[in-house]
């Protein structure tokens, strides 16, 4: 190798490890901020996202915790994809992993609210730092979550729009959750409506510029499609 091409490969480097680092860095912080997110909903006790209205149904019904039953809805949605030909990025599986087991160590720390300003606040702040980790979790560009790709998987199957396609499996999981004890309430409207301008805000703020001098992508993912929710 010459000289040159010694300096050249030196310079490009630090370019091309720092934005890998700060992608990783993004994509387990924003997992972890998460699944404390969804905690702080848990606690408001004024309604949960429409995916863990049906996690905490099945916690209820199962004896386990809220935590690792999302991990487990998680896994099977994955096997899901098997069939709707969609391939997992790290950011899937960690999505799996992760998640859940930031929510359950954040529950045995924060206990529920008391009051209704309390309630109010872990609601608003809930749904605020959601908004963050969705925007650093996606913007990390490792590949969708296991729901997202489900949704993405059917809208390719069947043709039906993405929202269409969300609509109708949100619905889903909310009425069944509901029917099983999940909690339904002002949390989850206001999430409903909030979680996109909030997670398009963060997307802007925590998007990774590109690697100048080559590519150190560990697994691609669409940042613009992807619909996170647990």
């Known amino acids: 190798m010459s000289r040159q091409s ?12 720092g934005p890998l680092a700060r992608r990783l860095i993004q994509l387990y912080g924003g997992l972890a901020l998460y699944g404390a997110s969804s ?12 995916w863990n209205v049906l996690h905490q149904g099945l916690a209820e ?26 391939r997992p990025g790290l950011g899937t599986v960690s999505n799996v992993l992760v998640i859940g087991a930031a929510m359950d160590a954040t529950l045995s720390v924060v206990p529920d609210a008391q009051g209704w300003t309390l309630r109010i606040a872990a609601m ?3 749904i605020v730092l959601n908004g963050a980790a969705t925007g650093l979790y996606i913007a990390a560009r490792f590949g969708p979550g296991p729901r997202d790709g489900l949704m993405t998987g059917l809208n390719r199957r069947t043709g039906l729009s993405v929202r269409l396609v969300r609509t109708a499996v949100e619905i889903t999981v909310v009425v069944t959750g509901f029917a099983l004890g999940g909690t339904v309430g002002l949390g989850t409207l206001l ?40």
């Not at 010694?6 to 490890?17: L, M, V």
């Not at 386990?64 to 030909?85: D, Q």
């Open 39 to 50: 905690a702080l909903l848990v606690r408001s006790g004024l309604g949960l996202e429409p």
């Open 124 to 126: 608003v702040a809930g």
């Open 6 to 17: 010694r300096q050249t490969r030196q310079t490009r480097q630090p370019g091309a490890s």
């Open 191 to 230: 999430y409903a409506v909030s979680i996109g301008p909030l997670a398009q805000v963060f997307l802007r703020v925590f998007a990774v510029p590109p690697t100048p001098g080559g590519s150190t992508v560990v697994a691609a993912g669409r940042p613009q499609r992807a619909i996170l929710r647990r």
């Open 61 to 86: 019904h199962t004896g386990l915790s809220m935590g690792v039953v999302l991990t487990l809805v998680g896994a099977v949605v994955l096997l899901l994809w098997i069939p709707l030909r969609q």
